[in-house]
């Protein structure tokens, strides 16, 4: 039992770092990622390879990690975020795509759909952390540094131009704010971090395959935001931890496997539909005035 | 499963997706849109909907693929050097059919007429008289019923599965951005080029690769001509 309250903290931490990373986008600039989940991967990926090929342990996975999710970011934000805020949400669906291929097809280096097992445990300072609670403090205080972050950069004049490009583009284009660098810088930043989970991840389970990463796993990651409240830094991460619950619970009930993971979709799904009608700002929300309509 | 004739499985298929496209709009949609919700509320209800409807298919269907038996029309013809099926000419010819009938709806009927009236202005439209909540309902219904007989193809040729959808909404909308928003026309070419180019691509490239391919033409694509072939100049205001 404490073991597999300690998967699930683990598990919480994770996604909590997903979700308040993706929140900087979605919450506070405005823009819509479906991307997330292929930044997730590439963190995994990166930072397993990293490991496995060159020999750079946890500590340098993490950061070739954050690097290269950084990149793949900036690949698919300068283009799109260039013209509309809705291309952009096409391409970062697309960067799932290529991603998801990459992983697949690419099989020197990824081994395809089987993936690749015997990625080491994190060491930290000669400590190698192999313990579930261990792991546990390892997410946890992975996931306050992420929220630090976020916390400090949404606090700084950075944070409040962007919230300014969230409420009126136009207007702070106006007031001289190089709105397109801004939204790019903000997009890397997103990804750095989300990328850092990825790590997380990899060396947590040590076996990564490309089903890890698909696109429920984006919707997954989204939903924890919207539900827990994007307008507030603390929602993403009452999301993580009332949405990850849910399939726990499944468990108790004997639903057969191939029900039950379509069945924790069906869930998701209809939460997203019941929470866009009756409360949109999510469960920690601050009630927004709904009065800036498209057109 | 039933084994009806398939004319009536069509005709079935094509009401099935008219009725969930109105009841969408009218349960989920206009509620949205009278509340004056954001375009990011109603698109996130369209993902909800999305995971919710496929992972509903798979638990009633089962995830396998299912294919339709096609008979006679697996064939092969031959027309000049290349060889293709009688499936691939009935797509050719469906799409065709479904291009010209959109066309002549929008130009011709009253309702077709409508539509354009309050795509280009709401307010305009609304003075004139034009009920917006139907030609809305009507707008759902008809775009989803269109949808149906590109979903009977694919069973047809290469087997439907609940998860599917998602690889050629992804498709669609870069086919719509790359013609131009708004154009229908711009719509069929865009479809037209991206499907020539995964097919070109395979022939010097691996198949697995399609997807990475369109994906690839349609970020420059966005950098080069961002309103797409035939659209207007968009402006981030609007978006």
Not at chain 1, 186 to 202: E, T
Not at chain 2, 10 to 23: D, Q
Not at chain 2, 85 to 106: I, K, N
Request: proline share 4%; glycine share 10%; hydrophobic share 55%.
């Amino acid at each position: 039992m404490t073991a597999y309250l300690a998967h699930y903290l683990v598990m919480v931490g994770i996604y909590a770092i997903l979700a308040v990373s993706l929140n900087l986008l979605i919450g506070y600039s405005g823009i819509f990622s479906l991307a997330h989940a292929a930044i997730y991967g590439i963190g995994a990926y990166a930072s397993a390879l990293a490991a496995l090929k060159l020999g750079l342990g946890f500590w340098g996975g993490l950061v070739v990690a954050a690097g290269v999710g950084a990149f793949a970011s900036a690949l698919v934000a300068i283009p799109s975020l260039r013209v509309a805020g809705d291309y952009y949400v096409v391409a970062s669906f697309g960067l799932r795509v290529v991603v998801l291929a990459v992983c697949m097809n690419w099989t020197d280096l990824t081994n395809g759909h089987a993936g690749r097992p015997g990625i080491p445990r994190p060491n930290v300072f000669g400590w190698v952390i192999d313990e579930p609670f261990e792991y546990v403090i390892l997410s946890v205080a992975f996931a306050a540094l992420t929220y630090a972050v976020c916390w400090r950069l949404t606090n700084s004049a950075f944070g409040r131009v962007l919230q300014a490009i969230r409420d009126d583009e136009i207007a702070a284009q106006a007031m001289g704010k190089n709105v397109m660098q801004v939204k790019i810088v903000v997009a890397c930043i997103s990804s750095a971090l989300g990328a850092m989970a990825g790590s997380l991840y990899a060396h947590y389970i040590t076996y990564i395959n490309p089903s890890s990463f698909a696109l429920h796993e984006s919707i997954f990651i989204a939903s924890l935001v919207i539900l827990g409240g994007s307008e507030r830094l603390a929602g993403p991460i009452v999301g993580a931890f009332v949405l990850l619950a849910i399939p726990e619970a499944l468990k108790f009930l004997a639903i057969p496997d191939t029900v039950a993971a379509p069945l924790r979709q069906v869930i998701y799904g209809a939460l997203l539909v019941a929470f866009m009608l009756l409360r949109p700002e999510g469960l920690l929300g601050r009630a927004r005035a709904q009065v800036r309509d498209g057109r | 499963m039933l084994g009806l004739p398939l004319a009536l499985a069509v005709a079935g298929a094509i009401v099935a997706a008219a009725g969930s496209g109105l009841l969408i709009d009218r349960f989920i949609y206009q509620p949205l849109e009278r509340r004056g919700a954001l375009r990011t509320t109603l698109f996130i209800a369209s993902l909800g909907l999305l995971i919710l409807i496929e992972n509903l298919l798979a638990i009633v269907f089962k995830p396998d693929p299912l294919r339709l038996e096609v008979g006679r029309l697996a064939d092969a013809v031959r027309i000049g050097p290349v060889y293709l099926t009688w499936l691939h000419l009935v797509s050719v010819a469906t799409a065709a059919f479904a291009y010209l009938g959109l066309m002549a709806f929008l130009k011709y009927s009253r309702w077709g007429q409508a539509m354009r009236a309050v795509s280009s202005s709401p307010e305009m439209a609304r003075t004139v008289g034009i009920d917006l909540r139907r030609v809305h309902l009507l707008t759902y219904a008809v775009g989803s019923a269109i949808s149906a007989p590109a979903g009977i193809l694919l069973a047809m040729d290469v087997g439907a599965d609940p998860y599917r959808g998602t690889t050629y909404v992804l498709l669609a909308s870069v086919a719509v951005i790359m013609g131009g928003i708004g154009s229908i026309p711009g719509a069929l070419l865009g479809a037209l080029f991206l499907a020539l180019l995964e097919n070109l691509g395979v022939w010097k490239i691996a198949s697995e690769w399609q997807s990475t391919i369109s994906f690839g033409a349609f970020l420059i694509f966005i950098v080069l001509r961002p309103r797409g072939i035939f659209g207007r100049k968009i402006q981030s205001a609007e978006i």
